[in-house]
């Protein structure tokens, strides 16, 4: 069904690590600091997004983002290659079936999807410094988009590089960028990097919120 193939599309689109990165650095950040192993304990488990309800799962190895949402539809919005049967949406190339709801006029379909944005290995490195956890992911042999996250107070942030601001600053202190065009390619000393950091180097780009589990009496 070309609509629901639609919404699942856009959800790929739109996910934070999909994005492509205006700047990427020629090696993992900080240079001469270790690779984590894993994901520490207090950083593990389920976060909630506070601006479309998605679900951040994060566990010993793997970041996953867990989309779980009723989408409403109008019957004339499916296409010729559907066919509404009862409570089905038949696909007429597949045959795949998908159960909807009525409400009223409207179809109600569900949607579960679960992307995953990051899994630690050769190509996605994790290192902590200053408090914080840039999670580092390969882009080609030699580039690499560095993103931070943060964990304080049960409010999970994650910020990228991205605005004119942060990259003239960036600029200045590095004070040329390898490439002329975007996304621009940085050489960066751990020192360079640290005073980025204190000149506020990156911008939030989304913020959850810790799910404490519920124990039973």
């Known amino acids: 069904m070309k609509r629901l193939k639609y ?16 700047v990427k ?9 270790k690779n984590l192993s894993k994901f520490p304990k207090h950083l593990q488990g389920q ?9 951040l799962l994060i566990g010993d ?17 499916l296409d010729s ?3 509404l049967s009862g409570n089905t949406i038949i696909d007429l190339k597949t045959n795949t079936k998908t159960p909807i709801k009525r ?9 579960h999807y679960i992307d995953t944005l990051f899994h630690m290995d050769y190509d996605n490195v994790v290192r902590k410094y200053k408090g914080y956890y840039f999670l580092n992911i390969r882009l080609d042999k030699t580039s690499w988009e560095v993103k931070r996250m943060q964990l304080s107070k049960g409010m999970l942030i994650i910020s990228s590089i991205s605005t004119e601001i942060e ?16 996304p621009y390619k940085f050489s960066a000393t751990k020192k360079q990097f640290k005073e980025f950091l204190k000149n506020n180097g990156f911008s939030i ?3 959850y919120i810790k799910q404490i589990k519920k124990t039973t009496p």
């Open 47 to 55: 976060f909630l997004n506070v601006s479309d309800s998605s679900v």
């Open 205 to 207: 780009d989304e913020i």
């Open 167 to 182: 990259i003239k600053n960036l600029t200045k202190i590095i004070e040329s960028p390898q490439d002329s065009i975007p």
């Open 103 to 111: 409400d009223g006029d409207s179809l109600i379909i569900h949607v």
């Open 61 to 77: 190895k793997l970041i996953q983002r867990i989309y779980d949402y009723d989408n409403k539809i109008h019957p004339n919005q």
């Open 7 to 22: 919404f699942v599309t856009i959800i790929i689109l739109t996910s934070l690590f999909a994005c492509k990165p205006t």
């Open 81 to 83: 290659t559907s066919r």
């Open 25 to 33: 650095f020629n090696e993992p950040q900080p240079i001469d600091t």
